[in-house]
């Protein structure tokens, strides 16, 4: 039977198919060093382990209620979004997902009808483009510049908008390119979205990985009215160590998150039962893990970038934020390799390192490493990476 017309619109994801062929290439004892999977390679911290552990054995293992997450999690999510983020919410207006990636196709399905128009700037997270195709909508890629840093300007923004627009998809910090808001800049987008009432989903699951004196701000602290219109996606995945946990987590108004519950409601019931009481443990308990965390990411950051700025026609900003690397390696494209696609394939089959293309974020120019690895790996990596672009070498 042929599949349904909405789900003939989506592609696959290109970082799970880069990781998934990265894999099976080492399944079969070949030495790949993966640069794709955005997950960090540090283990959970023992007390959240503790906590989940802790559940299975005192029998925390049925179906829990309210299905929008145990009221434990809840106001815990409650008090980390006052206490880092200024941002006061009831546990009626936040909900407990498998996942953020979870959290922003149950926001997607709650407000998105066919033919509205959602805004996605470039560089954009795989995903962003392929959930509203999901629900019959319209992505709509406004291309930013480099020389705003790869981050989206009010005017830009306004310029997008049309009758049909219902959402704008917001990254900071950004993946892949590690860009970080100011305040100054959400203030702005904040602006113009409360001004054509257009729904902002925020994604800030990276908003523990900020390097250089960044701050991370949420757009819907901006004003009263900005928080209305936004929806802040978050999780534990990255901060925590916990992606395989699979707990995400969204705060907005008491109205979209009814609206996400109905769907999860009917979809997966709720989230892992013992998986919400290590979640518990991670925003409630000692945080020093995530800063050890950090600051190791900061020190494989400015290695990585260095490497590779010094490769022959590579051009790398360093990042603010996430765990990603996003060099600019145009310089290589030519008769041999023609996009980042084709980059990425040589660079997997020749130097046996698995890199995710720019094309699948929306930009030519680029392609992602994830640094969310050892140093010893990453050397290897760059040394690979350093020889087969020398020997693929730049175009005339």
């Known amino acids: 039977m042929p599949l349904s017309h909405n789900v003939q619109r989506v592609q696959p994801s290109v970082t799970m198919q880069i990781s998934a062929r990265a894999a099976a290439m080492q399944r079969a004892g070949i030495d790949v060093v993966s640069l794709s999977a955005g997950e960090p390679d540090f283990d959970t911290p023992q007390n959240v382990k503790d906590a989940g552990i ?12 309210p299905g929008s997450g145990i009221i434990e999690l809840k106001e815990a999510i409650c008090r980390k979004f006052e206490r880092d983020n200024g941002l006061v919410y009831t546990t009626d207006e936040v909900i407990v997902n498998n996942g953020a990636k979870h959290s922003l ?24 483009c392929e959930q509203p195709r999901i629900v019959g909508g319209e992505p709509v890629i406004v291309e ?30 950004s993946n892949p390119s590690g860009a970080v808001y ?29 390097y250089d004196g960044a701050e991370h701000h949420s757009i819907a602290a901006c ?6 219109f936004s929806i802040v996606v978050n999780g534990v995945s990255k901060a925590y160590a916990m992606t395989g946990w ?19 409601s009917q979809e997966v019931s709720h989230p892992s039962s013992m998986a919400q009481k290590a979640a518990v443990e991670a925003l409630d308990g000692p945080q020093e893990s995530v800063e050890e965390m950090r600051q190791a990411f900061d020190g494989r950051r400015r290695y990585m970038v260095e490497r590779l700025n010094a490769i022959e026609g590579v051009k790398c900003v360093l990042p603010s934020g996430a765990f990603y690397a996003y060099p ?8 041999q390799v023609r996009d980042s696609v084709a980059l990425c394939e040589y660079l997997l089959e020749e130097a046996k390192v698995a890199c ?26 760059l040394d690979r990476v350093e020889a087969a672009l020398g020997e693929l070498g730049i175009r005339n």
């Open 328 to 335: 600019d390696v145009a310089a290589y494209y030519g008769s």
């Open 356 to 381: 995710v293309p720019g094309a699948g974020f929306g930009t030519y120019e680029h392609i992602r490493l994830s640094y969310a690895t050892s140093l010893d790996l990453l050397e290897k990596a």
């Open 246 to 264: 699979r707990i995400g987590y969204t705060g907005a108004s008491e109205e979209i998150i009814a609206g996400m519950n109905k769907v999860q």
């Open 105 to 128: 196709f149950l926001a997607v399905a709650a407000l998105v009808n066919s033919g509205d128009e959602v805004i996605i700037p470039t560089p954009y997270w795989v995903t962003y």
């Open 182 to 210: 100011t305040r100054e800049e959400l203030e702005s987008l904040a602006a113009v979205a409360v001004e054509h009432g257009v729904y902002v989903l925020s994604d800030e699951i990276y908003e523990k990985l900020i």
């Open 144 to 173: 930013t510049e480099a020389a705003n840093g790869l981050k989206l300007t009010a005017d830009e923004f306004r310029a997008a908008i049309t009758p049909r627009t219902r959402m704008l998809f917001l990254c900071s910090p």
């Open 223 to 228: 004003s009263p009215e900005a928080k209305e």
């Open 54 to 65: 802790r559940a299975i054995v005192e029998g925390f293992t049925k179906y829990t209620t």
